[in-house]
DNA sequence: ATCAAGAAAAAATTCGATTTATTTTTTAAT
DNA sequence: ATTAAAAAATAAATCGAATTTTTTCTTGAT
């Protein structure tokens, strides 16, 4: 008898479908009809549904009732207020963890920096960006929730990290090839590394709003 | 023939659930069994099982893996975590609002005030103050709400409605008989909307600071 | 040609049943 | 009496089809 494929649970395919979301593998406004869906993941309409609810919840896709989901359409609005709450609680979290932080932190801090500046300086030596990009996410990622990782409370980091992932998302809903770093990030991952070990609260939240704010007028740069 | 009562929607039963559980009517650490649930809402049990994944994104019900959905159990420090959270957020939000709200905006949170203050004294006045459970809860979300609604983010404001909801049922969870509020609060409304409304933004924040410490302080005092 | 009404198609929603996994109960051996 | 394995019962997860709603297409009147 012929195997039958190992199937996913509906949680690997909300995994697989966050993940396409906000790798900019479906385009911004379109439908995402669960009886299409399906066919991609090996389940049922209804299923594929659930996974679409969840995913909504969060607001990587747009839900609206007897009208289905849908790929969001991203906004300059929409960019703003999620930078400003990604800052928000970033900053916050910076703040408890420089509190909380000892030297262990520090030194997996440093560690993902130095991950980091290794990739990122690469990337900046050289023209086509696009295999780093995968590495890169994955450091940055590392980087900024190493940050956040003694604040000591779970709830401010899951928040954090659904906020870090809805900017990449629309970043990518806006400029498909948008690599999401600049050259300058170098710089200003070394200076938000630099206050946090120095717990100058301050200057690192200060550091945090300017490198975001940075990262959201790149954005609005390349839309020519 | 014999007509057919008018089922609702499932996003009417995502509502009706909702509120539900911000309302203390499921006891803390039961189960929450499609199969079961779906009779009292007349619909399937998959239906049911929509509903339930959708309220636990927001963390109203906890879900853990084929082993279905639970009324989650609360914890000290979960509290602390849904306070400090919602501190950050209200804190923000009456920022961005003192700064935009024009007087209209005054006109309308003075409105809210004065009609939670006069529950509030009516409350006060009274032994059993169950009655007012209601009314009072509602009003107490106005207030907090029009205090933030000219801070510009949709998005704060829903995030802000989240960890409202989240410590009203928290609330409950620990204590059934929870009315949510404190003879003092008519104070710190007070104080409350006189800081947002000569724009004394420092003041207000340091007042939301501890009307919702004291919200928390409350809560563990009644833990015998 | 334009528009509205009705018909057809497509998509969203809901359903009840099947399959799969977990929990509880029973049985049997030590 | 305890424990371990097996069986039964319960509950979770998934499915494919039926139903309802929305959207698109067709037709015919102005």
Redesign the pocket.
């Known amino acids: 008898m012929e195997t039958?494929e190992n199937?996913?649970?509906?949680?690997?395919?909300y995994q697989t479908v966050r993940n396409g979301l906000i790798t900019g593998r479906f385009e911004a406004g379109s439908?995402?009809?669960?009886?299409?869906l399906?066919k991609n993941?090996?389940?049922?309409?209804?299923?594929?549904?659930?996974v679409l609810f969840r995913l909504s919840c969060d607001g990587f896709v747009s839900?609206?009732?007897?009208?289905?989901?849908?790929v969001p359409v991203s906004t300059q609005n929409t960019l703003e207020e999620i930078t400003s709450l990604r800052t928000l609680i970033e900053q916050e979290g910076a703040r408890l963890s420089i509190e909380n932080g000892d030297i262990d932190w520090e030194a997996r801090f440093a560690a993902a920096h130095h991950k980091l500046a290794h990739i990122e300086s690469r990337a900046t030596a050289v023209n086509d960006v696009s295999p780093f990009i995968d590495v890169w996410s994955q450091a940055e990622w590392e980087f900024h929730d190493t940050l956040l990782s003694v604040c000591g409370s779970k709830m401010l980091r899951q928040l954090h990290r659904t906020f870090y992932d809805r900017f990449r998302q629309h970043q990518l809903l806006r400029d498909p090839d948008s690599m999401g770093f600049r050259p300058e990030t170098l710089d200003e991952h070394e200076a938000i590394l630099k206050s946090a070990i120095n717990r100058d609260t301050e200057l690192c939240c200060k550091l945090i709003k300017e490198h975001l704010h940075n990262n959201l007028m790149a954005y609005f740069n390349q839309l020519v």
């Open positions: 039958a199937r996913m649970s509906s949680t690997d395919i439908k995402l009809k669960p009886e299409i399906r993941y090996d389940c049922a309409a209804s299923t594929m549904r659930e839900f609206e009732e007897q009208r289905g989901f849908k």
